[in-house]
C-alpha cells in the first residue's frame, strides 16, 4: 500500500535518553531493546548537536518550544495557561509560569530539587496558594493556580527577565541559573517574602510528618506574552506544565494512539531518573519504553502502516536526530545495534 512519509511519519522526543558518556556503555550492555536496536542500527539518517545554553532550557525543551512554534527559549507560560483553561486570562499580560519548590541549603551553596520529588497534591498546592496569593496582590503582580504545583504570575514589567526552567536548574549550583535583568533583584524579594509565609507553617510541618519534602521556595520562568501553540505534541509521563501544552487527548498518549495518528511525541520517562543518577531506574523505564513504544512503533514500520520513525534522543549537552524509515529497515547488512547512542561528538 503506497504511503505518504511526510504525513506518516512519527517524531519520539526521548529526554535523557542519550546516557552520560562516562557510563553509557556499561548502561548500554544491561538494556535488552531488539527493537530500539534496529530503530538505531538501519537508520537512514543520524546527527549529533551540541546544545548551547544561551537560552537556559534543556534541548528537549528547545525542541518543544520549536515543533509548538513558541520559539525555542522556553516561553511556554501563556501556552500552560490555555491548557489549564485560563485563555481569557493568558490573552491579556506577560505571564510567568510560578512553580512551589524546595530548595537544600548547603555551607556553600543552594541547590535546587527536582520539583517532581515534591509530590505535590492538590489540597497542599492549594493551601500554599492561598497563603501565597494575597501578598501577590498586594504588589499588583495577580497570581493563579492552574494544577497543582503549576501557578502563573502576571508581571508586564518584568518581560524582560531572563529565567532558566527548573529541570536545567535542577543539580547545578541555584545561584547560576536564577533570574538575571533589570528586576533580577525585585523577584528576589518576592521569592524571600513568599519563603517566609511558608516557613514552619503547618502544611509543611504536616507534610515533613508525612514523610515529604517541605515547600520552602517557588521558581520563576517561561515567561511569554499572549501566544498559542501553532503546532501539536502529544505527551507521555510528562509534569503538569507539559501536560498542559498537549491536547487534552494527547496527554497520556500511547503508540497505538499517534500510529493512529501519526505526529510529534513527547516521552518524559527518563528526566527524573536521570536527573537524580537513579541508573537503575533509568534501565527499567528504557525497558518498558521498549515494550511500549519502540517495539509497536517498528512493527508498523515493517507493515507500512507509518513511513518512517524520527528519534530525537538528547541529554543536557546535545542531541542526536536518528531517522528510519521502511526502506532504511531493507538494509540488512546493517546489524541492529544501540552503538548510535554512542555518537555524542
Request: with cysteine.
Amino acid at each position: 500500500m503506497p504511503y505518504n512519509l511526510g504525513m506518516t511519519e512519527i517524531t519520539l522526543a526521548l529526554p535523557f535518553g542519550l546516557p552520560p558518556a562516562e557510563l553509557a556503555n556499561d548502561l548500554l550492555r544491561a538494556l535488552e531493546t531488539p527493537a530500539l536496536a534496529t530503530l538505531l542500527g538501519r537508520h537512514s539518517d543520524l546527527q549529533y548537536q551540541v546544545f548551547n545554553h544561551d537560552s537556559r532550557v534543556l534541548p528537549h525543551e528547545a525542541w518543544l518550544g520549536d515543533t509548538l512554534g513558541l520559539g525555542a527559549d522556553g516561553a511556554f507560560a501563556t501556552a500552560c495557561m490555555r491548557g489549564c483553561g485560563l485563555a481569557a486570562e493568558a490573552s491579556q499580560g506577560h505571564w510567568f509560569l510560578l512553580q512551589p519548590a524546595y530548595v537544600q541549603i548547603s555551607r556553600t551553596h543552594f541547590l535546587l530539587t527536582d520539583l517532581r520529588g515534591l509530590q505535590l497534591g492538590e489540597a497542599d498546592s492549594r493551601g500554599l496558594y492561598d497563603i501565597a496569593r494575597p501578598y501577590f496582590d498586594d504588589i499588583g503582580k495577580p497570581l493563579l493556580h492552574g494544577a497543582p504545583g503549576l501557578w502563573f504570575l502576571r508581571a508586564d514589567d518584568w518581560a524582560g527577565l531572563s529565567t532558566a526552567s527548573p529541570d536545567a536548574a535542577t543539580t547545578q549550583s541555584m545561584g547560576d541559573w536564577l533570574p538575571e535583568g533589570e528586576h533580577a533583584r525585585a523577584f528576589r524579594k518576592l521569592q524571600n517574602e513568599v519563603q517566609m509565609l511558608w516557613h514552619e507553617h503547618p502544611i509543611n510541618e504536616a507534610r515533613q510528618a508525612r514523610g515529604l519534602q517541605p515547600v520552602n521556595s517557588c521558581w520563576l520562568w517561561g515567561g511569554a506574552g499572549p501566544a498559542a501553540p501553532a503546532g501539536r505534541v502529544a505527551v507521555a509521563g510528562g509534569t503538569a506544565w507539559m501536560d498542559a501544552l498537549a491536547a487534552p487527548d494527547s496527554r497520556q498518549a500511547s503508540a497505538a494512539q499517534l500510529i493512529a495518528q501519526p505526529g510529534a511525541a513527547l516521552l518524559a520517562d527518563l528526566i527524573a531518573p536521570a536527573q537524580v543518577g537513579d541508573w537503575a531506574d533509568w534501565l527499567a523505564r528504557v525497558q518498558r519504553l521498549e515494550q511500549e513504544w519502540f517495539a509497536p512503533l517498528l512493527a508498523a514500520l515493517q507493515d507500512g502502516r507509518i513511513g518512517g520513525v524520527r528519534l530525537v534522543l538528547s541529554h543536557r549537552f546535545g542531541t542526536s536526530t536518528v531517522s528510519t524509515s521502511r526502506l532504511a529497515l531493507r538494509k540488512f547488512w546493517r546489524k541492529p545495534t544501540l552503538t548510535p547512542l554512542l555518537k555524542q561528538s
